[in-house]
Each structure stands twice: as C-alpha cells, then as structure tokens.
C-alpha cells in the first residue's frame, strides 16, 4: 500500500499513540472496577505510591526502572508498555495507510477504544457500556462532521451489525454476549460498508482461536467462553486499515 502521509506526520502518530496507550491502560484497569478515570492520578497498585511525572513516560519508564516500582520494588506488568508500544504503532499504521486528514477523527477513537476494550475482556470478560456507549455517540458525532455525506450507510451498518451479533448471540448464547452486540452496532457506525470485512475477520479469528484451544484441550474447552471482544477489535483495527480495499478486491474480482 502506497504511504500517504510524510515521515514527520507518522512520527507524530507514534508519539501520540504512545501517549494515548498510557491513558488506555487506566481505562482498562479503573473502568472494570467502577473507578474514576481521572482522579486520583496514577498510582503503584501495591503500595500505593504516586506515580511521578520521570516515571510515566510511555514505554521508556518502564524499561528504565525495570518494570518495577521505584518506592516499593514491586512488578509492573509487562501489559503497560505494550499496550503503548500496540497503540503507537497502530496510530502510525492508521497515519501511514490513510494519511494525517479529518478521517482520523473517526479512525483513531476507534482504534484506542478498540484496544482498551480488548484488554478488558481479556482480563474481565467484560465490555463495559461506559466505553461502548461513548463510543457510539461518538461514531455518530464524528460521521457527521466529517464524513456527512456516508451517515445513512454508517446508521444503517451499526444497525446491520447489531442484529447480525444479536441473532449469533441467540443461536449461540455460550460464545458471546450483549457487550458484543452493542460493540459491533458501534463499530458499525465508524465503518460503514467496511463493517463486513471487520466481522469476517472477527469470526475467522475467533474459529482459528477456538479450534486451537479444543484441539489443545478437548471437549471441555467447549464450556469455556471465549472473549468475541478481542476478536471483534481485531476485525475493527483490520477494517480501519484495509476495509475499503477489502470491499474492491470483493467487487473486483466477484462482482463484476
């Protein structure tokens, strides 16, 4: 794929995704547990200590201290900088794919939330409405102001992906829920037609991902619910990368 935007702009991105990953990993670990997301400011979840200003510098921290806390020594998880290194080098990918235009407003949003609601349900089973409602006010708003003349296409795809989860949900209770089912009405309404190879993707991981673990664990692994939200992220990054092409290469080579 062509590159469309300058060095300078995707460096830009990484550095702001960095920032942007810092953030997402308070989200993750406050929104699950009904904690405000603005106060009190980031803390040592052991003894509590402030984090200091030196200490909270996207992914380098980290590795300068080790991944240990400087007032008590305890372990830092290795997810925080990866979470900022993933969502640098998506903001760089959206940037470099798409280019540095009033699109972002849509691409970018999506792909922060899409990341802090994959941690969740990683670690919660969880895809809380306080992230997915926001977000699809937000899919709303954003149409609008750039992207006005597609509003109809985006209304109608997160209305079309909501029912298409709601009904997987009803045939197949065990594999989903309804967190996943309001997650895909909102990425509809960021990705408009795109929305089909999102879900695609989403499914097609899914069933890799689940045939694996039976294959590893056996029928039991049947009872285990597998987070969708992950995969339903991974579909939505895809899309948000490669989408529109997706869509030609479908049309090119069976529409017509």
Known sequence: MTPVASAPEIAVAAAAGAVVGSFLNVVAHRVPRSQSIVTPGSRCPDCGAPVRPRDNVPIVSWL???????????AISPRYPLV????????????????????????????????????????????????????????????????????????????????????????????????DVKLAGAMGLFLGLSTIPALLAAFLSGSVVGGAIIAREGVEARKKAVPFGVF?????????LAGPELIDLYRDNFLE
Do not use: K
């Not at 670690?123 to 609008?144: D, F, K, Q, S």
């Open 84 to 179: 900022e290194l993933l969502t640098a080098v998506l903001f760089a990918a959206v940037v470099l794919v798409r280019g540095a235009d009033e699109d972002l407003f849509l691409e970018l949003p999506l792909v922060g939330a899409l990341i802090a609601l994959a941690a969740i349900d990683l670690e919660h089973r969880l895809l809380p409405n306080r992230i997915v409602y926001p977000l699809a006010v937000w899919g709303v708003l954003a149409t609008l102001l750039v992207q006005r003349g597609d509003l109809i296409e985006h209304l109608a795809a997160g209305a079309g992906a909501f029912a298409f989860l709601l009904l997987a949900v009803l045939a197949y209770p065990r594999g989903m829920g309804m967190g």
């Open 232 to 240: 339903l992220a991974v579909g939505g990054i895809l899309a948000v």
């Open 64 to 74: 300068v201290l080790r991944g240990r806390c400087r007032s008590c020594g305890a």
